[in-house]
C-alpha cells in the first residue's frame, strides 16, 4: 500500500484538539483512491472507560442524508422512479400538503422543495417511536414555507420523506433496503439503519456539555428520523464508503451505483440548490457532509481530484457553540470540533488547503453561563423592586410580564431555527435557562397581580 502521505503528525493533533476541547472519545478513517491507509480510535465510549477503536459504533447524524439519497439514485438507476417527478406519484399521503403536487422528488434531495428548517426540526415534537408510514399518515401537520424549486433551505424533513418513497417504491422497510443494497454489498457489517440493532452491537449514550458540564445524555429515540440523521457507523465501515464515493460507486469488488449516478450525487443540483447537490455538499475541490445528533457529531470528507477520503466521528457534540461560533461552511467546518479535520487535511496535503477558522472555543460556555447568570440576577433585582412596590405601572407590568416573555417564547425557536422541544434535546442546558427566564419573568407578573387583587 503506498501512497504519498505522512501520516506521523496525525495522532499528535488528534490528541492535541481532544484534550483542549475536552472530547471523550472519537474515531478516523482516511482513505487514498482504494486504500485504507489510517484507522485509528481515540478516547473512551463511556464513564466505565470503555475504549474507544475503529469498530465502535457512533450516530453519524446528517451525514445519513448521503446514504438516503444514494438509495434514491440506486432505485433511479433500476428505472424505479424519476428523481424529477412529483412527489405524489410515489407517496400518494403526500398530497397531504398544501401545494405537494409541485414538489419533486429532486427538490426534497436538494433541500429546494419549500419545507423550512424548522419545520423539519418539528418531527421532534411527535411521540417517540414511530414508524415511518406512521409519521406519513401525520403530513397534514406539516406545511411548505416557500414555492417549491424557489430557494435552498437545508430541512430535515425532505429526507424523512425521501426515506418513506424507499419504502415504498422498494416495498422494504428502510432498514432492510439500506442493509441489504449498501451496508452488505460495501461489506459495513457494523453499520446500522436499525436503532435496536444498533444498542445491541453496544451503541453508547454520546455527551454533551451541559451550560459547559460534560454529561453523557440519552433521549427518546424517532425511529422515523433516521433517514435524515440517525445511521450508526463505525470508522472502519466508514472507510469503504469514502472508498465507493471516490471510486465511482465501486469498492473492492463491488459496485453500488454508477459513476454518473456517483457524479450527480456529489454535484451541485440545480440553481436554487445553493451548494448542495443529491446528499452531499458540492464546494467544488471539496465535497463533504457532517452530521450532528444530540450527542454526536461527524464529519466526512473527500478531495476527489486528489483521491483523498476522510471521516470523523465523534461521541460528543456541542450545538450551542456551533450556533454561535461558525467556521467556513465550505471547508466542511460546522462545530469547533471540525478543526480537527481542517488541520489534518492541511498536514497531509503540505498547504492551507483548508483554513481552520473554527476557534477551539475555549472559555465559550463560561461567557454564556456569566451572561445567564447576570440575565437571571436582573431579572430578580427587578422582580424584588415589583413585588415591593405599588407604584409599579400596569403597562410597564403588561409589557415586561407578559408581552416580552410570550413573544420570546414564541421567537427564540424561529431564531434558532428549532422548536422548544428539539433545542430542550439539541442545545440542554442553554435552552433550559432561557425557557425558564421567560417563565421566571411570568411568574413575577402573576405574584403581583395576586398582591395588588389582595
Known sequence: ??????????????????????????????????????????????????????????????????????AIMQLEEAGALDINAPVIKYLPEFKQIKNAEE???????NHTSGFSTYEGMKVFNRKAG???????????????????????????????IL?????????????NYIDNKIFKPLNMNRSFADYRKALNYGLEKGYQPVLGLIHQTEYDFHPEIIPAGYIASCAEDMAQYLIA???GGSCRNSRILSKEMVRMLH???????????????DYGELVHHGGSAENYHANMMLIPSGGLGIAIMYNINDNISGAFTKGSFGSGETVSYDRIQSRIIN?????????????????????VNIILGGIFTMI??????????????????????????????????????????ALFRFAAGFAHAMYTLQLYLILIGVIKLILVLL
Open 130 to 160: 414511530e414508524s415511518l408510514s406512521q409519521f406519513v399518515e401525520n403530513l397534514h401537520k406539516f406545511k411548505l414555507s416557500r414555492k417549491p424549486g424557489a430557494s435552498y433551505e437545508y430541512s430535515n424533513l425532505n429526507y424523512v
Open 1 to 70: 500500500m503506498s501512497h504519498p502521505y505522512d501520516l506521523k503528525i496525525i495522532d499528535r493533533i488528534i490528541q492535541e484538539e481532544m484534550q483542549e476541547m475536552k472530547i471523550p472519545g472519537l474515531a478516523i478513517a482516511i482513505v487514498s483512491d482504494t486504500d485504507t491507509i489510517y484507522l485509528k480510535g481515540f478516547g473512551k465510549t463511556n464513564e466505565s472507560g470503555g475504549r474507544v477503536t475503529e469498530k465502535t459504533a457512533f450516530f453519524i447524524g446528517s451525514s445519513s442524508k448521503s446514504f438516503t439519497a444514494m
Open 163 to 175: 426515506g418513506a418513497i424507499i419504502e415504498a417504491v422498494s416495498g422494504m422497510t428502510y432498514e
Open 347 to 367: 498536514a497531509l496535503t503540505g498547504k492551507d488547503m483548508i483554513s481552520p477558522v473554527i476557534a477551539r472555543g475555549k472559555g465559550f460556555h463560561k461567557k
Open 245 to 247: 464515493n471516490l471510486n
Open 103 to 109: 414538489v419533486t422528488l429532486r427538490q426534497l434531495l
Open 380 to 421: 430578580t433585582l427587578y422582580g424584588c423592586v415589583v413585588l415591593s412596590s405599588f407604584a409599579v405601572p400596569l403597562p410597564l407590568l403588561l409589557i415586561m410580564d407578559a408581552i416580552l416573555p410570550i413573544f420570546l417564547l414564541i421567537a427564540i425557536p424561529r431564531l434558532f431555527k428549532a422548536s422548544w422541544k
Open 267 to 281: 454535484t451541485k443540483s440545480s440553481e436554487t440548490s445553493d451548494h448542495y447537490g443529491l446528499g452531499w455538499f
